[in-house]
């Protein structure tokens, strides 16, 4: 009999009860709970290389981002030209011979310059519209009477109604 083992050993088993309290009912625990805080104490002294691997991977998402939208944004302007021509045929037929029917679509562009992209790309789409010759095309929803929106509106469907599911 050793006292002095005896003493180490109580030490050791009030520091294990200590811990059962604190971090878990069983030494496993215990040692998941140890192994979790290694983790965290890692990550937060690794955190320049990880915060530079996320700004390498978000940097390649945005380029892979933008490259779509940019590939989106010219079949956008390719059937744009399309649909203005046809509209316009359209028009013509309807009674506005000297009306001007644009398609615009141009890129959003955020204050640092750089595109800004959504869900649906980076471009806006807007119908401008110049109901007399001479004057320049303005927006359609700004300027049109009933009767021109209305026109309008037919040519619209008249042109996409091979596309259009609605009767």
């Known amino acids: 009999y050793s006292p002095e083992k005896l003493a180490v050993c109580e030490e050791r088993l009030s520091e294990l009860l200590k811990l059962r309290k604190k971090y878990g009912d069983t030494v496993k ?3 998941a709970y140890l192994d979790e805080c290694k983790n965290k104490v890692d990550s937060i002294e690794n955190r320049e290389e990880l915060k530079a691997e996320f700004t390498a ?3 390649n998402l945005e380029k892979s981002v933008i490259k779509q939208a940019s590939d989106l944004s010219r079949k956008r302007k390719e059937a744009a030209k399309v649909l203005q021509q046809s509209i316009q045929k359209q028009l013509l037929d309807l009674g506005m011979p000297k009306a001007q029917f ?5 890129a ?3 204050e640092n310059g750089k595109p800004v992209c959504g869900i649906n790309g980076f471009d806006t789409v807007e119908f401008m519209i110049s109901p007399n010759q001479g004057e320049p095309p303005k927006r359609l929803r700004a ?3 009933g009767g021109e929106m209305s026109r309008v509106m037919l040519a619209v469907k008249s042109v996409l109604a091979g ?3 609605v009767d």
């Open 29 to 31: 625990e215990i040692f």
């Open 57 to 59: 991977k978000i940097n």
């Open 102 to 106: 644009i398609v615009q679509v141009e």
């Open 108 to 110: 959003k562009v955020g």
């Open 143 to 145: 300027i049109a009477s």
């Open 163 to 165: 596309n259009d599911t």
